[in-house]
């Protein structure tokens, strides 16, 4: 496959890596016997990462593109100030919501931007 041809579907990386993230936080507490609600659980961290790792699969796409997308490109900030370092809890209501925005960016993006 060319390196063109899998930019051309990068885009779709993003709510992949975002909502499969959080699902694998999901199976991982549900295996463990620990209860879902519990949003300061250490699992849940693997869906923080998961959508770190799709906004900067988003940056980098905004950045290969010929017009630049700002916001797109400024995704992997917005990331970590809200679900790292934010006052919020970043538990899966956050992450689910987060990684929801990021992919109708990633969709805006290849529709908008080519």
């Given amino acids: 496959m060319k390196?063109?041809?899998?930019?051309?579907?990068?885009?779709?990386?993003?709510?992949v890596v975002a909502f499969g993230g959080v699902?694998?936080?999901?199976?991982?507490l549900l295996?463990?016997?620990?209860?879902?609600?519990?949003?300061?659980?250490?699992y849940w961290a693997?869906?923080?990462?998961?959508c770190v790792a799709?906004?900067?699969?988003?940056?980098?796409v905004a950045y290969q593109k010929k017009r630049k997308d700002l916001v797109s490109?400024?995704?992997?900030?917005y990331a970590v100030l809200i679900l790292l370092t934010g006052?919020?809890?970043?538990?899966p209501i956050m992450q689910v919501v987060y990684a929801a925005t990021i992919t109708i960016l990633a969709v805006r993006l290849?529709?908008?931007f080519e």
Wanted: hydrophobic share 55%.
């Fill in 87 to 91: 006052d919020f809890s970043g538990g």
């Fill in 23 to 28: 699902l694998v936080a999901v199976v991982a």
């Fill in 54 to 60: 799709a906004s900067v699969i988003l940056a980098y």
């Fill in 73 to 77: 490109l400024l995704a992997p900030l």
């Fill in 3 to 15: 390196s063109q041809d899998m930019n051309k579907w990068l885009w779709a990386l993003v709510p």
């Fill in 110 to 112: 290849e529709k908008r």
């Fill in 46 to 50: 693997i869906g923080k990462w998961a």
């Fill in 31 to 42: 295996v463990s016997g620990e209860s879902i609600m519990n949003v300061y659980h250490p």
